[in-house]
């Protein structure tokens, strides 16, 4: 190995290289070439998957944990991921996070990973990735020199692969439902993505034109990859509006969530309503403080975030973080008559939805994504049919009221 790295250092485009500059060269050859060894060596000899994931947390890591450990028993899993922080991409072993090699250049993952034995490549997320067409492409690549072509599967965790604004959330803060009065390029260029400058670059996926980035994901989509895994069927409906020639592909799997034991509340006066998970502008805190607004201390109307809100009203109690499985013991002793979904855009799951649905616990929600195709059915299901926060005030009172009557 030495020689390769005297070899490498050598070769450097400088008409002289000091001594001390040489040898930082050696050290930080040496320790690359160590890393992807170490890397190689961890493998078990298995066929290998590809798992393509952002790094931002949240529902979609919990896929991915969740994921890992089904596939561990059959698969070395190789994890990459983007840390816009340190703009470096990790490559580990999913199994094994101190197996890890970590480069600025993803041309070098792109040369080990053809060199391996990969079954398959799972496209997870790509949310935050400096440039999100780049990774599609060196998917393509990875796919055409792997022997035996690994199979490509998308997930469809939100709509990155439509806008770089995963949520459909316009420059407006509404769901733009795939249409905006200015046209999707005025709005790209009118949409502040995150709270900092930074942020925003970092959300913008490398993004520079909402045309050329669905030119990209439509060609990747329909040549690439070989299955397109939804978790409803709203949510695939929004796929087809954008690319309507996928159809073909498509497969829905609903995401699992554990069973919850029923939760029957003891008799009280007035209503309380728990609004489930952290509270965001794209998850509703503008509607719930909208409601709060409204609510008259006569009418004995709690709202109770179980979960996290930033600067809520004074009249809504938040209870913080909290463990799912406590989830029925805390229901119960909030004496919660119903959930209120307030999301603002089409979510593609809901596991906050699922979970109220486990404790037969009556639930409203919006007219838009994957919670309104489950409330919709339930015989203890409220669908909104607008964003109006005192309206929906007095819909969700009159529903509890008159025993989950539509």
């Keep these: 190995m030495n020689t390769i790295i005297n070899i490498l250092c050598f070769c450097i485009p400088l008409p002289s290289v000091r001594r001390r500059t040489r040898q930082r060269c050696k050290q930080w050859w040496r320790q690359k070439i160590n890393n992807l060894m170490t890397l190689t060596n961890a493998m078990s000899g298995r ?89 599609l492409q060196i998917i393509e690549q990875i796919k055409s020199k792997c022997v035996g072509q690994p199979l490509v599967s998308f997930r469809g965790h939100d709509y990155h692969a439509i806008c770089p604004s995963f949520n459909l959330i316009n420059c407006d803060g ?75 592909k498509i497969k829905i799997i609903p995401h699992t969530v554990p069973e919850y034991e029923q939760v ?48 809520p009203p004074k009249n809504i109690h938040v209870y913080g973080a909290y463990r799912s499985r406590a989830l029925p013991r805390i229901m119960r002793r909030n004496n919660i008559d119903i959930v209120f979904i307030p999301s603002i855009w089409p979510e593609t799951f809901s596991y906050t939805t699922s979970e109220a649905m486990s404790m037969g616990m009556p639930i409203a929600c919006y007219a838009m994504g994957a919670p309104a195709e489950r409330v919709g059915p339930y015989n203890r299901g409220l669908v909104l049919n607008k964003i109006a926060p005192r309206e929906n005030l007095n819909q969700i009172i009159n529903f509890i009221k008159s025993g989950y009557k539509k």
């Design 47 to 135: 066929p290998i998957i590809l798992w393509i994931d952002h790094a931002l947390g949240g529902g979609t890591e919990v896929y991915s944990m969740r994921q890992f450990e089904k596939l561990g028993a059959d698969f070395d899993v190789l994890r990459l991921q983007y840390m816009p922080a340190t703009q470096q991409y990790h490559l580990t072993m999913a199994h094994n996070k101190h197996k890890m090699y970590q480069t600025r250049d993803i041309r070098d993952i792109c040369d080990f990973c053809c060199k391996q034995n990969i079954q398959q490549i799972v496209l997870n997320n790509l949310v935050a990735y400096k440039d999100a067409p780049q990774i």
């Design 174 to 248: 509404k769901y733009c439902n795939l249409s905006h009065g200015m046209g999707c390029e005025e709005c790209w260029r009118n949409k502040i993505l995150g709270n900092s400058a930074a942020t925003h670059k970092v959300l913008k996926s490398g993004a520079t034109s909402i045309e050329k980035w669905r030119l990209d994901w439509g060609q990747f989509l329909a040549d690439t990859a070989d299955e397109i895994i939804l978790f409803s069927n709203a949510t695939a409906d929004i796929f087809l509006r954008a690319y309507p020639n996928i159809a073909h």
């Design 264 to 311: 029957k509340t003891k008799p009280h006066n007035g209503i309380n309503i728990a609004v489930l998970g952290a509270m965001s502008h794209q998850k509703g805190a503008d509607v719930i403080r909208t409601m709060a607004s409204e609510i008259n201390p006569a009418q004995n109307i709690n709202i109770v975030v179980i979960g996290t809100m930033k600067n």
